[in-house]
C-alpha cells in the first residue's frame, strides 16, 4: 500500500512537471528585433538560423540587416513556421550608424528597397537628441507615414519626441525601451502615443532583479500596458546569436511570472495584431 501511494505521489509529481513544461512550450515567442548582418558573410547559415528559431519557439521575426541582404534571403527563405515581417535598414556599412541622418542617398536605398513591396517599416536606426531634426531624418519619418511603415528606432527620449514631432501620425517602436528610462516616464509616454508607441524590450535594464524575480514597477507596468510591450534578441553581433538561446530563456523566465494573458500578448500576441498577423490577442 505504501509503495502504490508513494507510486502515485511520484506519477503526479511527474504529470504537473510536464504540464508546467507544455504550458512553456506553448508559449510562442516574437522575435521583434532580429538582424542578420552579413559583412560579408552572416554568422549562422539560414539553416543554422531556422534551427535556432525552432529551438526557441519563434513564430515570427522583424527582421533587418545590414546590407538588406540578409532580410532578402530570410524573407525568401518561406518556412511555413515562421512569419517574417521585414524591415528597412537604413545602412549599408557599420559606419552609416554615425551618418545616415545626414545623408541623402540614404533615402534614395529606402526607396529602392520599398519597391521591392514587401516591407513593413523602417530600422532599426540609431538616432539621439536634436540630431533627429535633420530635414533628411523629417523626410524618412513622413515617407514611412505615408506608406504605414512602422519605425524601429533606438533613440533617447528627446530624439523619440522630435520624430513625432516631425510627423504625429508615425507609429514607432522603441528599440530597448530607453534602456533605463523610468519606468513611470516609460508610462507617460505610452500614454500620450496610443495607438503610436510600443516599447521592444531588449537590453532593457530593470525588468527582473539579480534573483531573476520581476521588480515590482515593471510587474505594474505590464499589468497596464500588456499591449504595448515586444521581446527582441537584437542579435547585432555574433555573440548574440550565439546568446540566442539564454536570451530568451531569461525573457521566459519572467514572463512565467506573469498572468498567462499578459505573457503570450508581450511574447507574440501584440506583434502579430500590429502587423495583422491573426493569431492571439
Ligand atoms: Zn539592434
Redesign the pocket.
Given at each position: 500500500m505504501k509503495t502504490r501511494s508513494l507510486w502515485l505521489t511520484l506519477f503526479a509529481a511527474a504529470t504537473i512537471a510536464l504540464a508546467g513544461a507544455r504550458a512553456q512550450e506553448r508559449l510562442e515567442i516574437f522575435d521583434a528585433?532580429l538582424?542578420y548582418n552579413q559583412e560579408p558573410n552572416p554568422f549562422y547559415s539560414l539553416d543554422q538560423v531556422r534551427d535556432v528559431f525552432r529551438r526557441n519557439g519563434i513564430i515570427g521575426i522583424i527582421a533587418n540587416s545590414r546590407p538588406n541582404k540578409g532580410t532578402h534571403q530570410l524573407t525568401d527563405a518561406k518556412w511555413p513556421e515562421l512569419k517574417v515581417v521585414p524591415f528597412i535598414r537604413p545602412y549599408r556599412v557599420r559606419n552609416d550608424i554615425q551618418t545616415w541622418f545626414n545623408d541623402p542617398t540614404i533615402l534614395e536605398l529606402i526607396k529602392e528597397e520599398y519597391s521591392r513591396g514587401v516591407y513593413r517599416g523602417v530600422g532599426?536606426f540609431h538616432i539621439y537628441g536634436k540630431a533627429a531634426e535633420s530635414e533628411w531624418v523629417k523626410t524618412i519619418v513622413d515617407f514611412a507615414v505615408e506608406r504605414q511603415l512602422y519605425l524601429h528606432a533606438?533613440c533617447d527620449e528627446e530624439a523619440l519626441l522630435i520624430l513625432f514631432r516631425h510627423n504625429p501620425k508615425a507609429r514607432i517602436i522603441w528599440?530597448h525601451t530607453g534602456f533605463s528610462v523610468p519606468p513611470a516616464r516609460v508610462a507617460e509616454l505610452l500614454d500620450q502615443h496610443k495607438d503610436a508607441l510600443w516599447g521592444e524590450l531588449s537590453y532593457r535594464g530593470g525588468i527582473a532583479g539579480s534573483d531573476g524575480k520581476l521588480t515590482r514597477e515593471w510587474r505594474d507596468l505590464f499589468e497596464r500596458y500588456s499591449d504595448r510591450f515586444l521581446l527582441g534578441s537584437?542579435t547585432?553581433i555574433n555573440e548574440r546569436w550565439f546568446g540566442y538561446d539564454t536570451i530568451f530563456k531569461e525573457y521566459r523566465s519572467w514572463l512565467a511570472q506573469l498572468p498567462p494573458e499578459q505573457a503570450r500578448r508581450i511574447a507574440s500576441g501584440n506583434a502579430l495584431r500590429l502587423f495583422d498577423l491573426g493569431g492571439a490577442k
Open positions: 528585433h538582424h532599426e533606438h528599440a537584437d547585432w
